[in-house]
């Protein structure tokens, strides 16, 4: 026998029974949102040439992709993101369609994680993208979604918004002090990483050596402004770059629309968010839910990445874990699992087909019935014992024969 015949690949697994109905559960919910806020589905090629995901804006490293070669010795990958086919989609096939467009997505991406991390190579991800359009409607319209959509999962009770929770930052704050610094390349990540996991030690040792200046300072404090309104106004009174008050201002509007839709209780403010691609431009967020011990949705805009597949247009979209999502949703002891069979139907010989006719009409009615396909009587009564199933109906010589097991 092989030796990996009966196992699967690092990082991936087999999705079984109710795994498999808490997803689709999930997946059903999230598609009533979309299509209730106009979004139409999209699917793209699970094999991609490396070229679309080779960006400028684009973060993702060899070492993260899973590759091979097409019949000419072009280099192809699996999917690693959903975004960068969409932005190739928009530019392309559908090139000559009416701005904006929203279109939604449920599909897998593949990302090789590093070994012992307990991390998925293969991720069910399911999003929106809204293209074509900017400004403050077109974000308050994606988080508006966002939040639906984090709530639709949740099985009860439905009106309770502090179920999920929602971070807002701006990918363009972090740039303008890191720019008043002057770092770039591995100081430049280094910072990013260390402020967006909040890891103050590291960020402070990286800091150090620019004294007291006020960018230094305020990139130092960034990982602390967490929490509601009262961190924009915090923030206001440290942040004396234009181009950053210029994005809290912004923050600031967004966050009172959404309390006035009934979201103050979900939205908190991180100014500490930074993002791991780097096509993102301005708002940028992130969403929990309770179940889930890691977070579920990740979003913002990103108004240069079209142009860099020859169609330049503003977009914002966000994508959903779906298997994190559908764990939660098992864990809560809210699936409903199917009715159990209330009757099995066996045909004796010559009387099969009779069987299946009846199995048919029954189906028309609310009773829950499915068919045996032992050879005989006795296995079909054991089979009914074996699963809990109260009543047998057999169709033979002598009509329908029901039988109280």
Not at 40 to 62: C, I, K, N, Q
Not at 273 to 279: A, E, I, P, R, T
Request: aromatic fraction near 8%; charge should be negative.
């Amino acid at each position: 026998m092989r030796q990996y015949a009966k196992i699967t690949p690092e990082g991936t697994k087999d999705t079984l029974f109710e795994e498999c109905r808490a997803r689709e559960s999930v997946r059903r919910a999230l598609t009533k949102v979309f299509e209730d806020f106009g979004f139409a589905p999209v699917a793209t090629p699970h094999l991609e040439y490396y070229d679309v995901f080779r960006r400028v804006s684009a973060d993702w490293l060899a070492e993260q992709l899973y590759s091979a070669t097409d019949s000419r010795g072009r280099l192809l990958v699996l999917r690693p993101d959903s975004t960068l086919p969409i932005a190739r989609v928009a530019a392309t096939r559908l090139r000559g369609a009416a701005l904006p467009l929203r279109l939604y997505y449920h599909q897998s991406v593949f990302r090789r994680s590093r070994f012992y991390t307990g991390n998925s190579d293969e991720l069910m991800q399911s999003g929106v993208e809204l293209l074509g359009a900017s400004g403050l409607r077109a974000d308050l319209e994606i988080l508006q979604c966002a939040a639906e959509a984090l709530r639709a999962c949740r099985a009860e009770p439905p009106s309770r918004s502090s179920q999920f929770r929602i971070e807002l930052g701006h990918a363009g704050i972090f740039p303008c002090f890191a720019d008043a610094l002057g770092v770039d390349g591995e100081l430049r990540e280094a910072l990013a990483a260390a402020i967006g996991t909040k890891n103050l030690p590291s960020l402070a040792a990286l800091l150090e050596p620019f004294g007291g200046s006020g960018a230094a300072q305020a990139l130092g404090e960034l990982p602390r402004l967490f929490g509601g309104g009262e961190v924009l106004r915090r923030a206001g009174t440290l942040f004396k770059n234009a181009a950053a008050r210029d994005a809290l201002g912004y923050l600031e509007q967004l966050y009172v629309k959404l309390g006035a839709l009934g979201l103050q209780d979900s939205i908190d403010i991180d100014l500490g968010l930074v993002h791991g691609q780097g096509y993102y431009t301005g708002l940028v967020f992130r969403g929990y839910i309770e179940g889930s011990g890691r977070g579920v949705l990740s979003g913002g805009r990103y108004d240069g990445l079209l142009a860099e597949f020859g169609r330049p247009a503003a977009a914002a979209g966000f994508g959903l874990a779906l298997d994190s999502l559908a764990e939660a949703l098992l864990e809560s002891g809210a699936l409903e699992s199917p009715p159990s069979p209330e009757l099995l139907l066996f045909g004796e010989a010559g009387y099969e087909d009779e069987a299946l006719k009846f199995f048919s009409e029954l189906r028309k009615t609310d009773a829950h019935v499915t068919c045996s396909v032992a050879e005989t009587l006795e296995e079909t009564l054991r089979f009914a014992k074996e699963h809990a199933i109260p009543r047998v109906i057999v169709i033979g010589v002598d009509g329908e024969r029901d039988i109280v097991v």
